[in-house]
């Protein structure tokens, strides 16, 4: 069964910290993988997205990585601000068809100053 | 604004009563996708429209509800009879698939249409 698991459900942090996201994936075939940012009651922008070759990638503070052996990616925020707090959802793409996209449940992190 | 529109942004509504949200696409997109997402889960696919074609719908989406594309732009989501667990956010998504070279599947989403069925 094609799944996305994020962890930790749920994240504190004080403002200026770093932090890291995980995401584990069990989806086949695999196409990429994005990490995308949900504002409360906005919807999802995406932040990165990775293919099979790509192991790493940075978007201004963050930096997504990707181990496709291990079906692990992380994604890690510097410097957080408080306009960091949101949502941080992973989603892989299922090769072939329509662009069916598998959601995880998200990290709902939160930047306190 | 050049994004995703959908409209109404929030629908409070009694159970049993019909409802229509709306939404329209960046211009050039071709892919029309519908999502439902519950709080604290992530988006669960509803539908999604090639042009004006609906090529796939999920077992989520039932006899109640329907979604259109006739013009190939903008795209309704309606939901007849709704139910208490109708209530979620409902969030619409587009993306443009190129004739020819690779296709990222990137995807835009709006702001969302967020439903509560009393």
């Known amino acids: 069964k094609n799944q996305v698991e994020q962890s930790p459900q749920s994240l504190i942090i004080l403002e200026g910290k770093n932090c890291t996201l995980q995401c584990n994936y069990t989806v086949s075939p695999f196409s990429n993988l994005r990490w995308y940012k949900q504002d409360t009651g906005r919807g999802p922008v995406s932040l990165t997205i990775?293919?099979?070759?790509?192991n790493t990638k940075s978007n201004g503070r963050y930096t997504a990585t990707l181990d496709a052996d291990t079906k692990q990616s992380s994604l890690h925020i510097t410097a957080s601000q408080l306009s960091d707090s949101a949502s941080y959802i992973c989603v892989v793409r299922v090769s072939g068809g329509y662009n069916k996209l598998i959601f995880g449940a998200g990290t709902r992190l939160a930047v306190h100053p | 604004d050049t994004g995703v529109s959908q409209n109404p942004r929030h629908k409070i509504t009694k159970r049993g009563q019909n409802v229509t949200f709306r939404c329209d696409p960046i211009s050039e997109h071709n892919r029309l996708y519908w999502y439902r997402q519950t709080l604290g889960q992530g988006p669960e696919f509803l539908t999604y429209?090639?042009?004006?074609?609906?090529?796939?719908k999920s077992r989520l989406l039932s006899d109640r509800f329907s979604a259109e594309r006739p013009k190939g732009s903008f795209s309704t989501l309606e939901i007849q009879r709704t139910e208490q667990g109708d209530s979620a956010m409902y969030l619409c998504?587009?993306?443009?698939?190129?004739?020819?070279?690779?296709?990222?599947?990137?995807?835009?989403f709006g702001e969302g249409s967020r439903l509560t069925v009393l």
């Open positions: 429209f090639q042009n004006e074609a609906q090529l796939e």
């Open positions: 998504a587009s993306s443009l698939v190129p004739t020819s070279g690779a296709n990222t599947g990137e995807l835009f």
């Open positions: 990775m293919t099979f070759s790509e």
